[in-house]
């Protein structure tokens, strides 16, 4: 009975998610004037939507796979002086996940603050012995929801991020998991297509304020003094605003960003993502774009995708898609998890 239960329970559960999509597959966000992308209008616009402050003079590295991304981080976690807090959606047994468990447990054993969250799904794999091994030196642990969870939809509302920030003025975020995919430089299908940055300055601090949403709802803990350094700019750096999603159900400020650039976009729009099944009105909007004449091109997965799942229901809006002039092309060389 209580299988037939948890059954008639988890049944109910995907009929009224299933049901709430197809409400909202047609629905999208009007906007009068949209203000054209990269003018301090549509920067306006951004921290109004987002609550997302413009931060001036930050020095900005891009990182393109493996390669590039893991030693820069190693090389920042191993240059703490006073905390490393890191989050990570993906935590997966693995030479990699050693690298970044012995990195984190030196540091920790030379005094500095170390704050570990990974997230109760994504990471569920781990090899627990690592993460005891890992505690017995002084680094925080904690997992974010982990199973069993009173609530189903919490089941599917995890903490998808990857942030580490390294004595509260460096940071990094992006796409790189925690494990033997990430490694290496896309050169085949074993070895993933990512990017990933690198932040110094202001912005740090949004960064950090990432980690702590997560990290107080995991632990309780509010962290606050050596986290929270006085942060100084570079002079002539980049402009960064950085802009959070939430692990909720509802439509996001991010989601309304999204469409505020695309109707905004004036002559070109240029789309990266690893996984690319658009309801509805999404597509309305690109379609939008590219028939008042904006170059619009999207880069999606092609054959080595690990979803496959996602990549046929994408390819149902290629149609129409193509048919408003919408370029699209699949990345073929390797497993192309980059946003």
């Not at 900005?60 to 703490?80: H, K, Y």
């Not at 309780?220 to 942060?231: N, W």
């Not at 028939?291 to 290629?318: M, W």
Request: aromatic share 8%.
């Amino acid at each position: 009975m209580a299988g037939a239960g948890l059954g008639l329970g988890l049944s109910g559960f995907v009929a009224a998610r299933n049901w709430r999509y197809r409400r909202a597959a047609a629905r999208g966000y009007d906007l009068a004037d949209p203000p054209a992308p990269g003018t301090d209008e549509f920067n306006r616009l951004v921290e109004a939507i987002t609550g997302a402050p413009a931060r001036e003079n930050n020095r900005v590295r891009t990182m393109r796979n493996g390669d590039e991304t893991f030693p820069a981080m190693l090389e920042a976690i191993g240059s703490a002086e006073r905390t490393v807090d890191f989050a990570t959606y993906i935590y997966w047994t693995s030479t990699t996940a050693d690298d970044f468990a012995e990195a984190l447990m030196e540091r920790a054993r030379a005094g500095v603050e170390v704050n570990f969250l990974m997230d109760g799904w994504g990471s569920a794999t781990i090899d627990r012995d690592l993460i005891r091994r890992v505690e017995t030196t002084g680094v925080k642990v904690a997992f974010f929801r982990p199973p069993p969870l009173s609530s189903a939809s919490r089941w599917n509302n995890r903490m998808h991020r990857r942030v580490l920030v390294v004595d509260g003025k460096v940071g990094f975020a992006g796409g790189v998991g925690i494990a033997e995919q990430w490694t290496g430089n896309a050169e085949d299908p074993d070895h993933w297509r990512e990017t990933h940055v690198k932040v110094e300055g202001p912005a740090a601090r949004d960064l950090l304020g990432a980690f702590l949403e997560n990290w107080t709802e995991a632990t309780g803990v509010v962290l606050t003094g050596r986290h929270l350094p006085e942060l100084a700019g570079f002079e002539g750096g980049a402009r960064v605003q950085v802009t959070r999603s939430s692990s909720s159900d509802a439509s996001t400020a991010t989601e309304q960003l999204f469409y505020a650039a695309i109707l905004g976009a004036r002559h070109r729009l240029t789309i990266t993502t690893a996984y690319f099944a658009p309801r509805r009105a999404f597509v309305d909007a690109l379609c939008a774009s590219a028939e008042r004449g904006v170059d619009v091109q999207i880069l999606v997965n092609g054959g080595p995708i690990d979803k496959h799942v996602v990549r046929e229901a994408g390819q149902r809006s290629y149609g129409r898609l193509l048919e408003g002039g919408v370029r699209i092309f699949e990345y073929q060389k390797a497993m192309l998890h980059a946003k």
